[in-house]
């Protein structure tokens, strides 16, 4: 069965202070590794696909990586409009249905 | 372009009550799923449409939820009767096929409360 997760689940952070989000998945098949910003209130909005090993793709200052395992979402220079729910999600071969993580709660303080 | 949409943004009902919710997809967008997010738990797949066929039911989780897409177009999610661990917030999704990477954009969700 495919499995997500994600760490650390909260994340406080100063404005201007980088860190990294963890998404460690196992799937039979990746078809593809979704990240998607949630803001409260509202439904998830997509950020990055990432559908192979060694992939990385940049929007502004977040920067997602892909590995075997896991994936990384590097925030640098965080403002505190990047303050967010950040949820991973996989989509495996045998179907479409996305397989989403508990997500990780940023907040980014001035 | 608009987005999803989803009515109502919030619907508070009695247990054995009925509830109705309606997702409109982006236009064009042949694919449509539902999710839903219980307190504390991740976001689960309900179901995929492919215009108005369901193409995976495995996520509904009983016989007294029940989907439909006529015409292909906007959908609905009947819970009849509703119970309490329905409560929760429920997400429609949608995508276009094929191409555009099998990115599945999300609606702002039906927040349900069973009471």
């Known amino acids: 069965e495919d499995q997500v997760t994600q760490s650390p689940e909260a994340l406080r952070l100063q404005e201007g202070e980088s860190s990294s989000l963890n998404c460690s998945y196992t799937?039979?098949?990746?078809?593809?590794l979704f990240w998607y910003r949630q803001d409260p209130g509202k439904g998830p909005e997509f950020l990055f696909t990432?559908?192979?090993a060694g992939e990385e793709k940049e929007k502004e200052r977040l920067k997602a990586t892909l590995t075997k395992k896991e994936s990384f979402l590097h925030i640098t220079a965080p403002k505190p409009e990047d303050s967010a729910t950040y949820l991973c999600?996989?989509?495996?071969?045998?179907?479409?249905?996305?397989?989403f993580g508990k997500g990780t709660s940023l907040l980014v303080t001035p | 372009e608009a987005g999803v949409t989803q009515f109502p943004s919030h619907s508070v009902i009695e247990k054995g009550q009925t509830v109705t919710l309606r997702c409109d997809p982006i236009?064009?967008?042949?694919?449509l799923y539902w999710y839903r997010r219980v307190m504390g738990k991740e976001i689960k797949f309900l179901l995929h449409?492919?215009?108005?066929?369901?193409?995976?039911e495995s996520g509904m989780p009983n016989n007294r939820f029940l989907a439909e897409r006529t015409g292909g177009t906007y959908s609905t999610l009947k819970v009849q009767p509703a119970e309490l661990e329905d409560s929760g917030v429920y997400f429609c999704?949608?995508?276009?096929?094929?191409?555009?990477?099998?990115?599945?954009?999300f609606g702002p969700g039906t927040r349900l409360t069973v009471l």
């Open positions: 449409f492919v215009k108005e066929s369901k193409q995976d």
């Open positions: 990432l559908y192979s």
């Open positions: 236009s064009g967008h042949d694919n």
């Open positions: 999600a996989v989509l495996s071969n045998s179907g479409y249905a996305l397989n």
């Open positions: 799937v039979s098949g990746l078809r593809g």
């Open positions: 999704a949608s995508s276009a096929f094929p191409g555009d990477s099998d990115t599945q954009y």
